[in-house]
């Protein structure tokens, strides 16, 4: 069977994704929502992290993506710092109701840039349907994602607006930065041992 360069089968692509934001966005309802298609009003926190599991099928190839669902509460959040270095991708939620929840971004993606170098980084509005308790215009958060490059989507786990939409692009995109990080490598070790061979 072929080999990939981590010497893994080429069926056994896995890869990790971490939800980050403050207690109370939404994280969980979101995965609960994409995941097993049902929302709690009495969604119960989070302590520590939690890992959810889902098969997909990307261009004939099999790829699993392990979301890992973290706890907002700041006592946990130097427990990450490992994960965080080996996760493929990196979705930051706010809640479009919550100023603090959105201040706050900007100062976890510095941080997220000493730990890892991802370009697969993703930006979510949760609460789309609490309009009328909007504290954050949708415009605001096109501005902070451009700032930050990243891709940006507004979903609502209890409607459902946008959040099969936004998760599925999420991996699309997750996975084909993967690809190319993959070839990258690649084509620097085939031209390590073209040189080696070139010395002898
Ligand atoms: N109106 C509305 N409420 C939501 C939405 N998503 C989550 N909630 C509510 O917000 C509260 C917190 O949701 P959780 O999913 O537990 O939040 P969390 O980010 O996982 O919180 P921690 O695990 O404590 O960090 C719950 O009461 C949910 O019912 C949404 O899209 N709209
Ligand atoms: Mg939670």
Same mark, same amino acid.
């Given at each position: 069977m072929k080999k990939n360069i981590d010497n893994?089968?080429?069926?056994e692509i896995k890869l990790r994704i971490m939800i980050l934001g403050k207690r109370g966005v939404g994280k969980t309802s979101i995965f609960n929502r994409y995941l097993n298609n049902i929302f709690s009003f009495s969604s119960l926190h989070t302590f520590g992290m939690e890992c959810y599991r889902k098969n997909y099928t990307i261009n004939s190839n099999k790829v699993t993506f392990y979301f890992f669902d973290t706890a907002?509460? !700041?006592?946990?959040?130097?427990?990450f710092t490992n994960y965080l270095r080996n996760a493929n991708g990196i979705i930051l939620v706010y809640d479009i109701t919550k100023e603090d929840s959105f201040e706050i971004i900007k100062i976890w993606f510095d941080q997220l840039k000493d730990n890892n170098n991802t370009n697969s980084i993703f930006l979510l509005g949760n609460k789309s349907d609490l309009n009328t308790k909007r504290a954050i215009s949708k415009e605001d958060g096109i501005t902070l994602a451009e700032e930050l490059n990243c891709e940006f989507f507004e979903v609502s786990a209890?409607?459902? !607006?946008?959040i099969s939409e936004a998760i599925e692009k999420i991996v699309d995109i997750t996975y084909k930065n993967y690809l190319k990080e993959k070839n990258k490598n690649s084509i620097y070790i085939e031209m390590r041992d073209h040189k080696k061979i070139q010395n002898c």
């Open positions: 893994y089968d080429e069926e907002g509460q !700041e006592k946990y959040y130097s427990k209890l409607s459902n !607006e946008n």
